[in-house]
């Protein structure tokens, strides 16, 4: 009933009271401004502050407002996917609710999508208020996983880009648990491009998204989107066990043609002890994919709603 709407916002937030009625506004005002009729879809990530009352006030002014809420914290990514399950525009934006992606920066996506590109990705040109530390890993983590990766993530990219409904109905398709959404949009493929912004500091409030999480996230992307972790423990094993053999040889000549004696404490225990923690890292890695295949075949649903307003019908993922 609502396919005249042409575009969507996915907004998932947590917590965010302090930064909310900003973000409300500027919305606003955004929506106010496109040309063509709009909708924003806030997903409440299991909020345990006023967040949710504050959009839900909202909802009743406005009906372009709408919210979805989970039925506790599943995470970002898994909040996303919620949202992108419920819109229905031509083209969906998604944003972080802290206005760290800037609303105006959606013009610039809009006109790209008008040339005909069907996922238009916004790249970090520079990031204001975030640690060096913070700097440095995500820098050094897109370039690893670009080498590591048999798609092409783009680099300094999160979650913020719009994408074409056609897109969309791709990744609904992709029903995986562990999501690392901005790989999945990499890897389906469709005329892609790029959009450059400053990334301004979060407006009020903090990161949701501490180390931990983070990375959990990049491991994520790692783990979903490369088998080289995998593939080392094959070259790392050759590797190994060539040194072992080289070195037997050694012992052996020194044993037939010297009548030196080769000490062995220190060596066996040094080689011992660096081959077990080598064989724990590996199986720690397989773990990794194992983990995977374990949460996959559990086949639960990715999330629950308990609450929607303004939303006609609520689709859930597919379970398979
Ligand atoms: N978020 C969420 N669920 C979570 C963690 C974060 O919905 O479990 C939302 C958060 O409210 C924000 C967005 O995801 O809208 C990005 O989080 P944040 O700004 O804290 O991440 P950062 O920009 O620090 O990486
Ligand atoms: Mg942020």
Known sequence: MNSFVTYSFVIPFMNEEAVLPALLERITALMDKIDGISE??????????????IVAEYTAQDPRIKMIRLSRNFGHQVAVTAGLNTVCGKAVIIMDADLQDPPEVVHDLIAKWQEGYEIVHAQRRAREGETRFKKFTASLYYRILSQLSSVEIPRDVGDFRLVDSKVIQAIKSMPERDRFLRGMFAWVGFRQTIVQFDRPERVAGETKYPFKKMLRLAMDGVVGFSDAPLRLALWLGALVSLGAMTYGAYIFAMALFTDELIDGWASTIVILSFLSGMNLLISGVIGLYVGRIHN????????????????????QMPSS
């Not at 996959?296 to 689709?315: D, N, W």
Request: a negative charge; hydrophobic letters at 40%.
């Open 40 to 53: 924003v879809v806030f997903v409440d990530d299991g909020s345990r502050d006023q967040s949710a009352v």
């Open 296 to 315: 996959e075949s559990k086949q639960r649903p990715l999330y629950f709603v308990t609450e929607s307003i303004g939303v006609a019908e609520v689709v």
